[in-house]
């Protein structure tokens, strides 16, 4: 279904749309002390969800939510890709996944991330609760810029402190 959503009414998964006019409407000055609105960093068990139309609730809520606050990190990107190779369906699964992509920005795994791994790895391992290794790069890429990470695996993330994180689905 969240497939179709895709090829078919490809609008519909992008986000509410912006007017085309000429004019913009005037927007209230922004106050200093207001928090900037959050950036949220899909996991991959959300990005399949929506992709297979598992979760029409996680669907709904990624198109109510503006494309612009929306990322994928590089790790998720590579978990897709691997993914949608593995069956026998791989062309038709990698078209589905170029048009996902195309909709949502995607973040890298940098430095700031790779030292964000190393805490976050200390910490996980010596509080006796490791979490596997992609869910810990994705952990660390979102702690790293401050994102809200959306996945329904809150058990396992839910192990980094300090990690921001909210399921779609509950």
Same mark, same amino acid.
């Given at each position: 279904?969240?497939?179709?959503?895709?090829?078919?009414?490809?609008?519909?998964?992008?986000?509410?749309?912006?007017?085309?006019?000429?004019?913009? &409407?005037?927007?209230?000055?922004?106050?200093?002390?207001?928090?900037? &609105?959050?950036?949220?960093?899909?996991?991959?068990?959300?990005?399949?969800?929506?992709?297979?139309? #598992? #979760?029409?609730?996680?669907?709904?809520?990624?198109?109510?939510? &503006?494309? #612009?606050?929306?990322?994928? #990190?590089?790790?998720?990107?590579?978990?897709?890709?691997? !993914?949608?190779?593995?069956?026998?369906?791989?062309?038709?699964?990698?078209?589905?996944?170029?048009?996902?992509?195309?909709?949502?920005?995607?973040?890298?795994?940098?430095?700031?991330?790779?030292?964000?791994?190393?805490?976050?790895?200390?910490?996980?391992?010596?509080?006796?609760?490791?979490? !596997?290794?992609?869910?810990?790069?994705?952990?660390?890429?979102?702690?790293?810029?401050?994102?809200?990470?959306?996945?329904?695996?809150?058990?396992?993330?839910?192990?980094?402190?300090?990690?921001?994180?909210?399921?779609?689905?509950?």
């Amino acid at each position: 279904m969240a497939g179709r959503l895709l090829r078919e009414d490809r609008w519909r998964l992008e986000g509410p749309a912006t007017p085309k006019t000429k004019t913009r &409407p005037a927007r209230a000055p922004r106050d200093p002390l207001e928090k900037p &609105p959050a950036l949220y960093l899909l996991d991959a068990n959300a990005c399949i969800r929506i992709l297979n139309g #598992s #979760s029409e609730k996680l669907a709904a809520r990624l198109r109510e939510t &503006p494309r #612009s606050l929306v990322r994928l #990190s590089s790790i998720v990107k590579a978990e897709l890709l691997y !993914g949608a190779r593995r069956g026998s369906q791989a062309p038709a699964n990698l078209r589905l996944l170029a048009g996902f992509f195309a909709s949502i920005a995607c973040v890298p795994f940098d430095d700031a991330c790779a030292e964000e791994y190393g805490v976050i790895r200390n910490e996980v391992e010596r509080a006796g609760t490791p979490i !596997g290794p992609n869910d810990l790069l994705i952990a660390a890429t979102a702690r790293a810029r401050d994102f809200v990470l959306v996945t329904h695996n809150t058990r396992e993330f839910s192990r980094v402190a300090g990690l921001q994180i909210e399921d779609w689905e509950a």
